[in-house]
């Protein structure tokens, strides 16, 4: 059995300082496990906090964001539940719960991690941006994420000044990317075009009568599905992502010309002033008037 590793970690330490900033990262590195590996993980360099066997799982007091670019293994939510993990997948570890995961013996497994706690990564938990019981994210094998460990990796290494700020901004980046391809990959790519082609006719087409049920007769979709499909894509129905762009467009007739509010009302295809206004105040908190009064440059 080949028992080699390598491996390129750093553990953390912060100020009350890093603290107030919101996010701070306690640990950052990669490991390679080779096939045939005796122990996961290696018998040497993590503090107990990180440290654990297979056997027994541990519990995190911080997040961690573990990516796998090579090979698979198994990841036990409890000692008698387990999932299949392979390259592209990315686990989202949340604090206080149990878990334990290892390489599958005769592939081992290329592996990247991130580890970070904070106020503002508490809020993005706390708004439901990621599930409580969701710990697999299929992101696939991304070179721009490995590209973010490798840089932070290699800042906290030099552990200079305001490092944890920068690590701060990589661990919040990743996350987010997280989101963004677990997202996407989501929809198979004909899904995908039908969507993008419907945001383009709702641009195009925006000074026009159009209803949602238009657009989605356009892409050759019915409305239920399309409308089910687009929310899930935008995070905005059909009807709402519409309104988005007609107010925005109504802010910048409003702040850049001397049309009257009326004028506007019916350019944007809305019935009436009073229904105008109470679009326009839902998005953003002003009446069209305060708003011109606030941001008017005349035209």
């Not at 330490?13 to 490991?31: A, P």
């Not at 906090?49 to 990841?75: A, V």
């Not at 439901?128 to 721009?144: E, K, L, M, P, T």
Request: charged fraction near 25%.
């Amino acid at each position: 059995m080949n028992d080699t590793s390598s491996h390129n970690y750093k553990y953390l330490v912060r100020s009350q300082r890093d603290i107030d900033w919101g996010i701070t990262v306690n640990t950052v590195g990669t490991e390679s496990v080779p096939s045939g590996y005796h122990t996961y993980p290696p018998r040497s360099g993590h503090p107990d906090s990180f440290y654990f066997t297979p056997s027994s799982g541990r519990c995190l007091d911080s997040y961690q964001l573990l990516y796998i670019t090579r090979g698979k293994g198994l990841f036990y939510t409890s000692p008698g539940s387990c999932m299949e993990i392979r390259e592209g997948d990315m686990l989202v570890l949340q604090p206080h719960k149990w878990h334990s995961y290892f390489p599958d013996k005769k592939t081992g497994w290329q592996e990247y991690w991130i580890g970070f706690e904070g106020i503002n990564m508490d809020s993005r938990f706390n708004n439901n941006f990621f599930a409580q019981d969701r710990i697999v994210y299929r992101v696939g094998v991304q070179d721009s994420i490995v590209r973010l460990y490798e840089q932070a990796i290699g800042v906290a290494m030099e552990e200079k000044a305001a490092c944890q700020q920068y690590l701060a901004g990589i661990a919040n980046l990743i996350l987010g990317m997280t989101m963004y391809y677990s997202q996407n990959c989501q929809f198979d790519d004909k899904a995908a075009e039908q969507i993008d082609k419907a945001k383009v006719i709702i641009r195009e087409r925006l000074l026009q009568d159009i209803s949602p049920e238009d657009v989605a007769s356009a892409v050759n979709m019915s409305y239920s599905w399309f409308r089910k499909v687009f929310k899930e894509y935008t995070g905005l129905s059909p009807a709402h992502y519409m309104q988005e762009l007609k107010v925005q467009q109504a802010k910048d007739l409003l702040a850049t010309t001397r049309r009257s509010i009326k004028e506007i009302a019916y350019c944007l295809n809305f019935d009436d002033i009073p229904y105008f206004s109470k679009v326009f105040k839902k998005y953003t908190g002003l009446s069209p008037l305060a708003y011109r009064e606030k941001f008017g440059r005349g035209g």
